[in-house]
């Protein structure tokens, strides 16, 4: 009998452990189960999250061609309010945030507009808009301060040199219709180094007034004459920009573009002669000859001559501004 006490305890024993391995059996494969479960939610989960994502892109590209309809109608905040949507939705377009740095340029809300080019770089360096607002807006900034230093200077170059990485990611572009954005890049950075020229001229005049007073108080105590006439005519002869008539063109009266010579001795602007002949026949608008258009040739030298003028002042034919603080950007 206690053969069968103990032999039934190794039997309750036998079955529990069997109970257990069973139990744990079942455990062991339903694990996995739950673990591709939770898997799946997981993948619901995430492509629930796609959709939304790829629902919101869309919804902000129609934001923002609601946005662009806008600025052609000229209504620049309704415009701000579809792109600022668009950003709530999708934030890591880089366009989204130049569109609306420009709509806020054109209600001269410049410090919203340049927050915006920033972002926009930010997020891409390559938005060449964005580079193009941010370099003008610094070009605006310098027109705002007061007093005119040295510091202006390097300020209004800040300015310059976004301008030209505008140009440099405009001219990798193939797409035309940066064109445009082209000639208004071409205009600020004209403008810009005007600007610096006659801040530049502020701050001479303002030194030599300075050092005049200074040698008049020398020339006083040492019974000295000077002759002021003399030194001021020869400074201004230093200043002033030496501009031959012939780099203008007698139709338009502006710096030409692309000087042509015709058999009558005398050189037009390319496209102001082509307007005239257009309308008045082959006659030179002056001396009234018969224009051969076979013998109408590119003058070389004129153009060459220009080209230098340009390059050493930068704004030659674009920004003639007396006052850099009038000068108008794009």
Known sequence: MGNMISNNEEISVSLSECEY?????????EYPQRK???ARKRNDFSQSNNRRYSQNIKKAQELKAE??????????KKAIESYTQAINLYDRDSIYFSNRSVANKLLNRFQEAKQDAYQALKIDQKNSRAHFIYGTIILIEVQMFPDTTESLIKQAQLGIQELECAMEQVNI????????????INQNIAKGKR?????????DKRNIQSLKQTISDISHRQQLLVDWNTI???????TDISMPDYFVCPILFEIMEEPILLNSGLSYDKQSIQQQFKQNGYIDPITREFIDPLRMIENIQLAKGISEIKNRYGWIGIENEKDYKAIRFE
């Open 36 to 38: 591709i479960l939770k």
């Open 173 to 184: 572009s193939k797409n035309e219709q940066k064109n445009k954005l082209k000639v208004l």
């Open 195 to 203: 600007m610096i020229y006659l801040i530049r001229q502020e701050i």
């Open 21 to 29: 391995q069973h139990k744990n059996f079942s455990l062991k494969y």
């Open 67 to 76: 946005g662009n309809h806008y600025i052609q109608l000229r209504q620049y």
């Open 232 to 238: 001021e005519q020869n400074i201004k002869k230093k």
